[in-house]
T-cell receptor
């Protein structure tokens, strides 16, 4: 089944403790992206990647890092999480320029206390 | 630059009555437009997409949307609401060649009353 898999689904952590949210797609898509969803704000892009080793900032990149060493994986790294990063996170992928629509993961609900 | 405005943050309809969720967009180039639906505690599912072919687009679950360039609108409609349609709906714009790809509206919460 074609899908984007995120892990974990739920995570509670403490301020300052480094964490990684994994994202993997099995569709050989070139483009991958991370979003955070907050009430009343829709989805905002954190980082995106056009292909392996090609990443760039989205609208809200502060406090996040990403890497794209393999085509299928695009992990999101929070080096020192803070409470304002409490949010619902989505990973998405698409074949190329996005006109075909995106496939989204099921989301990761992160709480930083 | 591109942007999306969903004109209603909440819409409430009775089961069996029509649904209208409004979306206006702004784009310097010819856009692709999408509607996504998000049910509670679920990911986002693509309802339909416009990519410069027919201006009336049919999607899943009986939803339709019409691209009106003169009005820069892409409103989502359904003739008869079902209880299972209760969800949050996002209008999304994408510009080919734009590195940022998708821009999301802030969402419309649809409530369906029995």
């Amino acid at each position: 089944e074609a899908q984007v898999t995120q892990n974990p689904r739920y995570l509670i952590t403490v301020t300052g403790k480094k964490l990684t949210v994994t994202c993997s797609q099995n569709m050989n898509h070139e483009y991958m992206s991370w979003y955070r969803q907050d009430p009343g704000l829709g989805l905002r892009q954190i980082y995106y990647s056009m292909n392996v080793e090609v990443t760039d900032k989205g609208d809200v990149p502060e406090g996040y890092k990403v890497s794209r060493k393999e085509k299928r994986n695009f992990p999101l790294i929070l080096e020192s999480p803070s409470p304002n990063q409490t949010s619902l996170y989505f990973c998405a992928s698409s074949p190329t320029q996005g006109i075909y629509g995106y496939t989204f993961g099921s989301g990761t609900r992160l709480t930083v206390v | 630059a591109q942007s999306v405005t969903q004109l209603d943050s909440h819409v409430s309809v009775s089961e069996g009555t029509p649904v209208l969720l409004r979306c206006n967009y702004s784009s310097s180039y010819s856009p692709s437009l999408f509607w996504y639906v998000q049910h509670p505690n679920k990911g986002l599912q693509l309802l339909l997409k416009y990519t410069s072919a027919a201006t009336l687009v049919k999607g899943i679950n009986g939803f339709e949307a019409e691209f009106k360039k003169s009005e820069t609108s892409f409103h989502l409609t359904k003739p008869s609401a079902h209880m299972s349609d209760a969800a949050e709906y996002f209008c999304v714009v994408s510009v080919s060649g734009s590195a940022r790809q998708l821009t999301f509206g802030s969402g419309t919460q649809l409530t369906v009353l029995p």
